[in-house]
Each structure stands twice: as C-alpha cells, then as structure tokens.
C-alpha cells in the first residue's frame, strides 16, 4: 500500500462513520434488480494489504457487481483489520446502493484476538488429565507430570505444524473446575511414556499460579485451524446456554455480541457496513462445555444445549442489532446442513459454501441443496439474503498437510448451480471464478452478467416460481391412500390437513417409517413432499426438524440418524458409551483396498478394562430377507492387533420389548481388507427386531489397535441380483411447525421396485399433507420477465419443449466473453425445443 494512502487510513474510517445513516437494507441493489444477483466473495479482502495497492483500480475492479464481502478482522486471519475496515468503508460510502459485509468465524477465533473480555469458562474443552505432582507459580517452561500424556497434541492441526493451548485449573469442591483459578499455558512437547508434558507458562494475559497435585487439572482447549499457514489455531466459543457465567453474570454469547455491537456501532470500525456472514456456524460442538470433565459435546440429559444456545445466541443479536442489520450464517455443514445453526427467524438467511457442498461437484445432493435454501427462503427474517458461495475443493494427492486444490468442473457443472441460485431465489458469488476479463480484471461469469452485454438483473423478475417437470408425470403411488402404504414403527391419525404420524416406541434419537416395494420404470425417481413437523420437547419452536428421505431395494442400517450405542467393561454390564475407556463409536468415509465407502469406525474400551463396544437399530425385516454387510481394520490393525471378534445378535421386538438377544454370526478379524458377511433373517420374516452389531477385543482382552470398520449394512431380498440393487440414496429437508414442500430426485434407481424411507429427528409428531412419486428426472424450469432459466440435473440428456413450457414466447442464446463458453453461450436463436446435456442448466434471453 502506498504511504499516502496508509496515512489517510484513520481519516477515511473517521470521515466514513461520521456520514453513516440509518441502515435500509430494501433499498441496496441485491434487494431490488432483477435476476441473477450476484456481489464478490473474498477475493477482494487480499488486495488492500499489499504494499502497491491501488485503492481506484480495486473499486473499479470489485464494483462491478452488487457487493462484496470479506475479511475486516483478525478473529481468523491475521492482518484484516490494518486497512479493510477503512478500503471497505469508503467503497460504501461511495458506492451506497452495493451491499458491504463482514465475513465472521462463528464458532471460534484466535485468542490472542480481542479476548480479553472473555473468561475460562467461555470456551470449549477436551479431555482432562489429573496434575501428578505439584506445580510452582514460576515463569517460564516447566514440565508437568500428568496420569495420561496422551491427551495432549503436538504438530497437530490443519497443517500438522500447531501444538496445544492448554487450561491449567483448580478443582472445587465439587470437582467441577475454578473458572477463576486458571492460567493459560503452550504446549512445547509431549513424552507419553513418562506421562509429562511441557509447557510455557503465563500465557494469552493469565500470570502463572501454583497447583497441587490430584487437586488440578491440565485441560487442552477444543480448537480449528489455522485457516492459513500464517495464521494461528482457534478457541472454539462455549456458545452452549449452559455455558458459565462470568463475574458480570455474561455467557460467551453475551460477550461475543457485546464485541459485534461494538465493531458495527457508531464508533466503530465496521460502522458503515450492512452486516455480517458468520462462517461456520455450528449447531453442535465437540467437547465439554459445563467444566465437569465429561465430553458432553454441548448435550446434557439428552438435550442439545449447545445448538440451543447458538438460537439463543442468535436471536439476542437480533435485538440487539435491530431489524435492518443483516445476518447470516453457514447453512450446509455436514450430512447435508444437521451441523449447521438453526437460526430461523433471526438470520437472514444462509451461505451454501459450495453446492450443494464443496466437495459434490457431481451434484449428487441437488434434492437437499434446493431444499435447504428453498425453507430458508420461507423461514428467515426479512428481507431474505440466501446466498451460493460458488466453490470446489479437493485435496491434492502426495501434498503436505492441508493442501488442497480446485477439480477439473466443466461449464455445465457451473451452469447448473446458477440455475439453482435462480430456482431458490439466491444470490450467487464466488470462490471459483471464471478467467480475467479480456481487460486484465477478476473474472465474473457470463450468467450473471448476460454475456458480452453485461447487465446485471438481466432476467428481471420472476413469473412465477420454479417448475419441477417429473410433477407433471403420472403419480405411481396414487392408487391407495398413504396410510395404508406406511409401515414401521409408527402410530397413524388422519386429520384434517394431513396424516398425523408418532413413533410407537421412542427410541435412539429419532423414527423411521417406510413405503415398500413402489414400482419403478428406470433409473430416475422424483418425489415430492408436503410435510410439517411439531417442534421437539425442550427447544425453541422455531427449531425445525431433520429429515431424510432414503431410497433402496433394501433396509440401510446406516442411514438415518446415530444407532443405539454402549459398551461393556468384563463383568459389568452395558452401559452408554464412556469417554473416558477409550471406546468410541463415529461415521468415518474411508478407503480399504482402493475401495472408498461410509462406515462406522468403532474402538472397543480399554482404559479401566476390557471388553466390547455395540450399536444396535430397530428393523423391519421383510420375507426371505438376507443381513449384509462387511467388516474391516484399520490399517496399523495387522500388525498390532490380535484381532477382533465381530458379532452380530438380533431379539423380536414385542409390544415395543426386545426380548432375549440370540447370536447369528461371530467372525474373528484382523485383516485391513473388506470382508463381506451375508446372514439369513428368513426367521424373522415380517417381524420387528432389533439388530445388535459387537466388536469385542477378544478372550485375551488385547485392545491395541483395534480399529473396527462396519460398512454397507443392508437388508435385502435373499434371490436378489447384486447388479439389480439400489443402492441406499439419502436426501435431507427440514420440517418446521407450517407445511413445506420438498423434493427428492435419486438417478441411481436399479431394482424393479424400491422402499422409500423416512428419517425424522426427535419423537414429537409429523404431519404428511400430500406425497407423490414419478419416474421421471428432476427437470425444472423458471420464467422470467426477460428470459428462462433451464437445468436437467439427470445423467441423460432432456428435451425441453418451450413451445408447452413458454407458449408464444422466442428465446436465443447469450453470447459469451471470449474465455468462457463461446460453444453453449453462442447468442443464436433457439426452436421450439431445446435438449441440454445430462447434469447441465442453461440461461436464455427472450427475444419477444
């Protein structure tokens, strides 16, 4: 940055914030163009840190759209906050009609960032170790001798170059931690074998103390990142609504929205801006969030507080902030959005950070990415900002640590997701940009642009909403009521509006109810479903629902929600799973001998005893049914393991009992290989049992390395041909207190008939209004003022006929910059039909 412009800084923001007005989001241009709308992602926060940095030929550059959005802290990334809070404030000032937002961490931030406000019990913690011997208050490094070294990391993180920040604490009295009693310590090394660590002492603004020894606890700090090789790992925020309170009575949300109100307050730095986004808001956490040593990851007595506190959280920044601040937040994290906030009502909206996710460049998940941001759309606060953050990663094979790149994506790819940005009303930017304009700037896509004509808003307004055509095909499941194509674990009540449904039993963490054997005609299944669901006991009302619609020739014991899990220590019974013995029970994507598949990757205990770790699901077996399924180690498993005794016990279920549990298969293995089990359930036939699934670390009680995979885990018809099954596709939605309407689209459809099951979060009561089912692809279409909007996510080509869908209307094609698409972009005349290519969209401009 040149030192005239340097100098200037601290006038510009002054100059900036003393012209601010009243924020009125309804008049930026995102809010009122046409369609696409589209504003920069953070590309435009790395410039203005560059000693050359011109600030004319930046705004030239990023002013072409309807916005920007970047970096203006160093919660995350150090060194944003030298000169983008001033470069980003005069470009608003300048340019009042374009949206300016903050691009926030949600979840955590780097403590040595503003944190002193914020005390011990703000934050999240993992596993305790006891302090062994007495500690001094002296300066400098010092080693500690704990009961298990082993909890504490060293080049760990995203580039295996950070070592831990770790809590030193005394305990009360009731064995709970002294929040205030607390020093800050780093990690410099760890010896397992002597069961010490060393630490330096007095760190992040705490003085060192002394601790006795079995009266204290060394605890390391729940942390990300660094998101940057130059940058440092992050606190994770106690954002739980159980979280302790500080000395003031404050949580950590309550801090954390003191800080927002500051940065965007009359006086301060972000005072000009329109909002913020919060990167990575998670609904869940990982850890101990109430101080007692327990990994409670935020769930107390059953109960989510954690994702509780985050609505909390959200809705308190609401009103403090008022109703013309924009918020939003990370809305597709993990398992299709379950980890994500569930702040309804008091966001306005959610970033898709790619879609539907980074890594689905096939967009598999095209069902749960229009139904995401199609209920944000009708549950947010207004005015409604859904936005796609256009981007794909991948990691880069043989490269160090945290690597990773972007995939080959052709044309058609980035074309299909605009098309969903128009179908669902979202605005797009980018991280995945097209090449430089011919005139040396960045990159902007000819679909948001027109072409060679570049008008933003191009479309103009929409007629009407997005059209699923496979709708308008014969509905295969319309010869019978539903209720009596429902079968499960369920109670049905028809009612006015709907078919009420509750589980018959409350068990795991939620319900499942299926429609078997529906008939099929090829490989593609549309859906569609209008559905409500009552919130569940002890959240906010407004805390929708998960759900998942599964498709498969057979039962997947994988899908849907966490299975029943325990253990059991030698001549102790089961029990739930406990931290504290080792035992684990997750879902883990993996490859074994070049095979990549879904498992659950399971330890049995070893801390305090031996003995097995199980997980069990409810099922209905269907006649002549067969159990598959395969079983695998982790790779250091053949050399250090003795082996595992895998078993699998199933028991009838009566008046919702299970009763007596008898063995069907034990297999003892060590191997890091795939090996496929098949077991006859013609027994149980038409019947409800419960299936309980067993790693044991064997009779001579050697747990070393057993890590235990279980992978496709399928019910299906014992005759059935392997090259005729479905394979189990699952889609989400969420289901809120009013009606939505979701569809489902599954392109992998083989068996001659297939089950359709639900998934549904919690117990409370769902409501169906209306479910039909088409064999046809998901093609869809929307009509605009000036022009239409095309996309066939199916895996074979699809024939519009616009003569039917537009009836007297003439369309051609955008003419493209020269670096994109000139082939597909070509600016010729369209006929009366238009066949685009499978997994492709395609934007027209009217001509009449």
Same mark, same amino acid.
């Given at each position: 940055?040149?030192?005239?412009?340097?100098?200037?800084?601290?006038?510009?923001?002054?100059?900036?914030?003393?012209?601010?007005?009243?924020?009125?989001?309804?008049?930026?241009?995102?809010?009122?163009? #046409?369609?696409?709308?589209?504003?920069?992602?953070? $590309?435009?926060?790395?410039?203005?840190?560059?000693?050359?940095?011109?600030?004319?030929?930046?705004?030239?550059?990023?002013?072409?759209?309807?916005?920007?959005?970047?970096?203006?802290?160093?919660?995350?990334?150090?060194?944003?906050?030298?000169?983008?809070?001033?470069?980003?404030?005069?470009?608003?000032?300048?340019?009042?009609?374009?949206?300016?937002?903050?691009?926030?961490?949600?979840?955590?931030?780097?403590?040595?960032?503003?944190?002193?406000?914020?005390?011990?019990?703000?934050?999240?913690?993992?596993?305790?170790?006891?302090?062994?011997?007495?500690?001094?208050?002296?300066?400098?490094? /010092?080693?500690?001798?704990?009961?298990?070294?082993?909890?504490?990391?060293?080049?760990?993180?995203?580039?295996?170059?950070?070592?831990?920040?770790?809590?030193?604490?005394?305990?009360?009295?009731?064995?709970?931690?002294?929040?205030?009693?607390?020093?800050?310590?780093?990690?410099? $090394?760890?010896? /397992?074998?002597?069961?010490?660590?060393?630490?330096?002492?007095?760190?992040?603004?705490?003085?060192?103390?002394?601790?006795?020894?079995?009266?204290?606890?060394?605890?390391?700090?729940?942390?990300?990142?660094?998101?940057?090789?130059?940058?440092?790992?992050?606190?994770?925020?106690?954002?739980?609504?159980?979280?302790?309170?500080?000395?003031? #009575?404050?949580?950590?949300?309550?801090?954390?929205?003191?800080?927002?109100?500051?940065?965007?307050?009359?006086?301060?730095?972000?005072?000009?801006?329109?909002?913020?986004?919060?990167?990575?808001?998670?609904?869940?956490?990982?850890?101990?969030?109430?101080?007692?040593?327990? +990994?409670?990851?935020?769930?107390?007595?059953?109960?989510?507080?954690?994702?509780?506190?985050?609505?909390?959280?959200?809705?308190?920044?609401?009103?403090? +902030?008022?109703?013309?601040?924009?918020?939003?937040?990370?809305?597709?994290?993990?398992?299709?959005?379950?980890?994500?906030?569930?702040?309804?009502?008091?966001?306005?909206?959610?970033?898709?950070? %790619? !879609?539907?996710?980074? $890594?689905?460049?096939?967009?598999?998940?095209?069902?749960?990415?229009?139904?995401?941001?199609?209920?944000?759309?009708?549950?947010?606060?207004?005015?409604?900002?859904?936005?796609?953050?256009?981007?794909?990663?991948?990691?880069?094979?043989?490269?160090?640590?945290?690597?990773?790149?972007?995939?080959?994506?052709?044309?058609?790819?980035?074309?299909?997701?605009?098309?969903?940005?128009?179908?669902?009303?979202?605005?797009?930017?980018?991280?995945?940009?097209?090449?430089?304009?011919?005139?040396?700037?960045?990159?902007?896509?000819?679909?948001?642009?027109?072409?060679?004509?570049?008008?933003?808003?191009?479309?103009?307004?929409?007629? %009407?909403?997005?059209?699923?055509?496979?709708?308008?095909?014969?509905?295969?499941?319309?010869?019978?009521?539903?209720?009596?194509?429902? /079968?499960?674990?369920?109670?049905?009540?028809?009612?006015?509006?709907?078919?009420? +449904?509750?589980?018959?039993?409350?068990?795991?963490?939620?319900?499942?109810? $299926?429609?078997?054997?529906?008939?099929?005609?090829?490989?593609?299944?549309?859906?569609?479903?209008?559905?409500?669901?009552?919130?569940?006991?002890?959240?906010?009302?407004?805390?929708?629902?998960?759900?998942?619609?599964?498709?498969?020739?057979?039962?997947?014991?994988?899908?849907?929600?966490?299975?029943?899990? #325990?253990?059991?220590?030698?001549?102790?019974?089961?029990?739930?799973?406990?931290?504290?013995?080792?035992?684990?029970?997750?879902?883990?994507?993996?490859?074994?001998?070049?095979?990549?598949?879904?498992?659950?990757?399971?330890?049995?205990?070893?801390?305090?005893?031996?003995?097995?770790?199980?997980?069990?699901?409810?099922?209905?077996? #269907?006649?002549?049914?067969?159990?598959?399924?395969?079983?695998?180690?982790?790779?250091?498993?053949?050399?250090?393991?003795?082996?595992?005794?895998?078993?699998?016990?199933?028991?009838?279920?009566?008046?919702?009992?299970?009763?007596?549990?008898?063995?069907?298969?034990?297999?003892?293995?060590?191997?890091?290989?795939?090996?496929?089990?098949?077991?006859?359930?013609?027994?149980?036939?038409?019947?409800?049992?419960?299936?309980?699934?067993?790693?044991?670390?064997?009779?001579?009680?050697?747990?070393?390395?057993?890590?235990?995979? !279980?992978?496709?885990?399928?019910?299906?018809?014992?005759?059935?041909?392997?090259?005729?099954?479905?394979?189990?596709?699952?889609?989400?939605?969420?289901?809120?207190?009013?009606?939505?309407?979701?569809?489902?689209?599954?392109?992998?459809?083989?068996?001659?008939?297939?089950?359709?099951?639900?998934?549904?979060?919690?117990?409370?009561?769902?409501?169906?209004?209306?479910?039909?089912?088409?064999?046809?692809?998901?093609?869809?279409?929307?009509?605009?003022?000036?022009?239409?909007?095309?996309?066939?996510?199916?895996?074979?080509?699809?024939?519009?006929?616009?003569?039917?869908?537009?009836?007297?209307?003439?369309?051609?094609?955008?003419?493209?910059?020269?670096?994109?698409?000139?082939?597909?972009?070509?600016?010729?005349?369209?006929?009366? /039909?238009?066949?685009?290519?499978?997994?492709?969209?395609?934007?027209?401009?009217?001509?009449?």
């Amino acid at each position: 940055m040149n030192t005239r412009f340097a100098s200037t800084i601290a006038i510009i923001l002054m100059a900036v914030c003393a012209s601010v007005q009243a924020r009125h989001p309804q008049e930026l241009r995102i809010f009122q163009d #046409g369609w696409p709308r589209a504003f920069f992602f953070r $590309s435009c926060e790395g410039p203005p840190s560059r000693r050359d940095f011109d600030y004319d030929l930046w705004s030239a550059d990023y002013g072409r759209l309807m916005g920007i959005m970047g970096k203006c802290l160093d919660e995350e990334v150090l060194g944003r906050m030298k000169n983008n809070p001033a470069v980003f404030s005069r470009f608003k000032n300048e340019k009042p009609e374009q949206v300016v937002l903050l691009h926030l961490n949600g979840n955590s931030r780097d403590p040595r960032f503003q944190a002193s406000n914020f005390f011990p019990g703000h934050w999240v913690y993992r596993m305790p170790a006891e302090i062994k011997g007495d500690i001094p208050a002296e300066s400098g490094e /010092t080693t500690i001798k704990v009961d298990d070294a082993r909890l504490f990391r060293v080049q760990a993180g995203r580039y295996a170059t950070s070592n831990d920040d770790i809590a030193l604490f005394k305990l009360k009295a009731d064995g709970t931690y002294d929040w205030h009693y607390c020093e800050e310590v780093q990690l410099i $090394s760890v010896d /397992t074998k002597a069961n010490t660590i060393r630490v330096r002492r007095g760190q992040y603004g705490t003085r060192p103390l002394a601790f006795k020894a079995g009266e204290s606890r060394a605890v390391a700090h729940q942390v990300e990142g660094p998101w940057g090789k130059n940058n440092n790992i992050l606190w994770y925020y106690n954002l739980s609504d159980l979280c302790p309170r500080d000395r003031e #009575g404050k949580t950590a949300a309550d801090r954390f929205i003191d800080d927002i109100a500051r940065w965007f307050g009359p006086d301060g730095c972000l005072c000009a801006f329109d909002g913020l986004e919060f990167d990575v808001l998670f609904n869940v956490t990982h850890g101990d969030t109430n101080g007692d040593g327990i +990994m409670d990851d935020g769930v107390i007595d059953g109960v989510n507080h954690y994702g509780i506190g985050v609505v909390e959280f959200l809705r308190k920044l609401r009103e403090r +902030m008022g109703h013309e601040f924009i918020i939003m937040g990370d809305g597709a994290l993990g398992l299709g959005g379950m980890r994500s906030q569930r702040g309804w009502g008091y966001l306005n909206g959610i970033e898709s950070e %790619g !879609w539907p996710n980074h $890594s689905d460049w096939e967009v598999h998940d095209w069902s749960g990415g229009l139904n995401r941001h199609n209920f944000w759309k009708v549950n947010a606060h207004p005015p409604v900002f859904n936005y796609i953050n256009h981007k794909y990663t991948e990691h880069i094979p043989g490269g160090p640590p945290g690597a990773r790149g972007r995939p080959r994506v052709g044309f058609n790819i980035h074309r299909l997701v605009f098309a969903a940005g128009c179908f669902t009303d979202s605005a797009i930017c980018y991280s995945f940009p097209p090449p430089r304009d011919p005139d040396g700037k960045f990159g902007v896509w000819d679909e948001l642009r027109c072409g060679v004509e570049n008008k933003l808003g191009w479309l103009g307004m929409p007629t %009407g909403p997005a059209v699923h055509l496979a709708t308008q095909s014969p509905d295969i499941i319309k010869s019978k009521p539903l209720g009596r194509l429902i /079968t499960g674990n369920v109670k049905l009540k028809p009612t006015a509006d709907g078919l009420r +449904m509750v589980p018959k039993k409350r068990a795991g963490k939620g319900f499942n109810f $299926s429609i078997r054997e529906i008939p099929t005609a090829g490989p593609d299944l549309t859906v569609a479903v209008v559905m409500k669901a009552e919130p569940m006991l002890g959240y906010p009302k407004t805390y929708a629902r998960f759900v998942q619609l599964e498709a498969s020739s057979g039962a997947n014991l994988m899908a849907g929600g966490d299975p029943e899990v #325990g253990m059991c220590i030698r001549k102790r019974g089961e029990t739930l799973l406990q931290r504290k013995s080792g035992a684990f029970f997750q879902r883990k994507r993996l490859t074994i001998g070049g095979e990549q598949r879904n498992a659950f990757f399971v330890h049995p205990p070893y801390e305090g005893g031996k003995g097995y770790v199980y997980w069990a699901k409810d099922v209905l077996v #269907g006649n002549n049914s067969v159990l598959k399924y395969s079983i695998g180690m982790g790779a250091k498993s053949p050399k250090r393991s003795d082996g595992v005794w895998f078993s699998v016990h199933a028991s009838e279920i009566t008046d919702g009992k299970p009763g007596a549990f008898k063995k069907l298969n034990e297999t003892r293995w060590k191997k890091h290989k795939w090996l496929a089990q098949t077991i006859d359930l013609s027994p149980y036939g038409g019947k409800m049992v419960r299936l309980k699934f067993v790693a044991d670390c064997g009779p001579q009680n050697n747990a070393t390395t057993d890590h235990v995979y !279980w992978s496709e885990i399928l019910i299906i018809p014992k005759r059935a041909d392997p090259d005729s099954l479905t394979v189990p596709e699952r889609f989400m939605t969420w289901a809120g207190p009013q009606y939505f309407a979701s569809s489902f689209y599954y392109r992998h459809i083989k068996s001659k008939t297939i089950d359709l099951t639900y998934h549904i979060e919690g117990w409370e009561p769902v409501t169906i209004k209306s479910m039909t089912v088409h064999n046809k692809p998901d093609a869809m279409y929307r009509i605009y003022e000036k022009g239409i909007v095309l996309a066939n996510p199916g895996l074979e080509p699809y024939t519009f006929d616009l003569s039917r869908i537009a009836p007297g209307c003439t369309y051609r094609r955008l003419k493209a910059t020269a670096k994109q698409d000139t082939k597909t972009n070509s600016g010729e005349d369209v006929g009366r /039909t238009i066949s685009l290519e499978p997994r492709d969209g395609l934007f027209l401009l009217k001509t009449n």
